[in-house]
C-alpha cells in the first residue's frame, strides 16, 4: 500500500481522514507542520501524497509548502490543502505555491477518495514521464559523448595509420631479413632453420584495449612510446638450436637493436610456456627519413606452437569445465614437448654425422 501523509493540528479531522482512506493506504498522521517535514525528510521518497492544512502551530501549511518547494519535494508529491473556507486570496497563494486540490469540510468521503487517486495517479504520470525524459537526456549526453570522442579519433586517423603502416613495414623488414638467412642456409647447407613465419598487426580494439588497461592514453604517440608488440612475428623452427641460431644472426645484423629479450626456453613459464621474445628495433626506409620501429620476434618450436596455441584457446574461453585438470595436462605436455623437441634434435645430429660419412665415401 502507498504511504499518504495527513497533517492537521485537529484530531477530529485527522480521524476523519483516516477512517476514508485507510482502506486504501497507509495513513501516516501529524499534528503540526514541523513533524510534517521531519516525517517528509525521513520518507518523503516513499510518500504518494500530502494532505496539508494551513492553521497550525509551529509551521503552517503555507511555510510547509515553501520549505517542500526547496528540498524539491513540490515536484514529485501532490499537495492537497484540507481548507476550512479559506479566503480567495489564501487559495491563490496556496495554487501558487504549488498545491495540487483542495479538500474542503465537511469531508464527502468518495469525494476525498477520488481527489486523492486522481492526484497520486496524475503525480505518478508525471514522475514517470519526467524520469522517460532524464533517462532521454543521459542517453543524448552520452551519445553527444561518444560522438565527440569518434570526432576526436577521426582527427587522429590518419596518423594512426600512417604509423600501422610503418609497422607493416617493420615486419616486412624482419620477414625479409629471415627469409634471407633461410635461403642462405638452404643453398649452402642444404636445410632450414625455420619452418615458416606468422605475422600479424595488432589491431586497434587490440591496441585500444591494452592501452586502456595498462593506464596509457589513448593516442598515436603513446602507441609508439608504450606498445611494445604492434608488430608481431612468430618465427616457428623445427629444432630448439634453430631459435638461438636465428635469434643470434638476426642480432648480429648492424642496423638492429636487441632491446630486450626474454628467454622463456631458458626459463619457461610455470604453465609450461616456451618461447624466446626479443623486443628489437628495427630501421625501415621512407621517401623522406629512415626510421626505427619496434616489434616483438617470437620463436618457437613446431611443436611448442602448436601447445601455445591450444593453452591460448584455454585463457580466453570463459567458461571450460575441468580448467585444473587441463592447465595440469597442459603443463604435462609442455614438458613432454621439450623432451620430444631435444630428442630430435640429437637424432637429427646423428643423422647429419652419418650423411656426413656416407657423403664423405661417395667422394
Ligand atoms: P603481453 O602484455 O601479453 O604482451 O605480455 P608481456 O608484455 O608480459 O610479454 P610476454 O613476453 O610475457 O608475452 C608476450 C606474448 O607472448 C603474449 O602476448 C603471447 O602472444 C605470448 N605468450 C606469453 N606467455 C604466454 C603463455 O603462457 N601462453 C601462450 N599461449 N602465449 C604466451
Ligand atoms: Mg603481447
Known amino acids: 500500500m502507498q504511504k499518504i501523509l495527513v497533517v492537521d493540528d485537529a484530531e477530529l479531522n485527522r480521524e476523519f481522514l483516516n477512517d476514508i482512506l485507510e482502506d486504501d493506504y497507509l495513513v501516516e498522521m501529524r499534528e503540526d507542520g514541523e513533524a510534517a517535514l521531519k516525517f517528509l525528510e525521513q520518507y518523503g521518497g516513499e510518500t504518494a501524497a500530502v494532505l496539508l492544512d494551513l492553521h497550525m502551530p509551529k509551521k503552517d501549511g503555507l511555510e510547509v509548502m515553501m520549505e517542500m518547494e526547496q528540498t524539491g519535494w513540490m515536484d514529485g508529491i501532490p499537495v492537497l490543502i484540507i481548507s476550512s473556507e479559506y479566503a480567495a486570496e489564501v487559495e491563490s497563494r496556496c495554487l501558487e505555491l504549488g498545491a495540487f486540490d483542495f479538500i474542503h469540510k465537511p469531508f464527502d468521503s468518495s469525494i476525498v477518495k477520488n481527489r486523492v487517486k486522481n492526484a497520486i495517479e496524475l503525480f505518478a504520470h508525471k514522475n514517470q514521464l519526467e524520469q522517460k525524459v532524464e533517462e532521454q537526456e543521459v542517453m543524448l549526453r552520452k ?22 603502416m610503418e609497422y607493416q613495414a617493420a615486419i616486412m623488414e624482419i620477414e625479409t631479413r629471415l627469409k634471407v638467412l633461410n635461403a642462405e642456409f638452404s643453398q649452402e647447407y642444404n636445410r632450414n632453420p625455420f619452418e615458416s613465419i606468422k605475422s600479424r598487426l595488432k589491431t586497434p580494439a587490440s591496441i585500444y584495449e591494452k592501452l586502456e588497461r595498462k593506464g596509457y592514453p ?122 620430444l623437441d631435444y630428442q630430435m634434435q640429437e637424432l637429427r645430429d646423428k643423422i647429419d654425422l652419418s650423411k656426413e660419412h656416407v657423403d664423405v665415401e661417395a667422394v
Open 143 to 164: 551519445q553527444d559523448r561518444i560522438i565527440r570522442i569518434q570526432a576526436e579519433k577521426l582527427k587522429e586517423a590518419e596518423p594512426f595509420n600512417r604509423l600501422m
Open 218 to 339: 589513448v593516442t598515436v604517440d603513446s602507441i609508439r612510446e608504450n606498445l611494445k608488440d604492434v608488430a608481431g612475428i612468430r618465427v616457428i623452427c623445427s629444432f630448439p638450436d634453430d631459435i638461438y641460431r636465428l635469434a643470434a644472426l638476426l642480432n648480429k645484423q648492424d642496423d638492429i637493436i636487441l632491446l630486450r629479450k626474454k628467454d622463456y626456453i631458458q626459463n619457461p613459464k610455470p604453465n609450461g610456456y616456451r618461447s624466446l621474445h626479443l623486443i628489437l628495433n628495427v630501421p625501415i626506409f621512407l621517401s623522406k627519413e629512415k626510421k626505427y620501429m619496434m616489434a616483438e620476434v617470437q620463436f618457437r618450436t613446431i611443436a611448442m606452437d602448436f601447445w601455445a596455441s591450444l593453452e591460448h584457446k584455454l585463457k580466453y574461453k570463459k567458461h571450460v569445465n575441468d580448467t585444473d585438470e587441463i592447465v595440469r595436462r597442459l603443463k604435462l605436455c609442455a614438458d613432454s614437448i621439450e623432451d
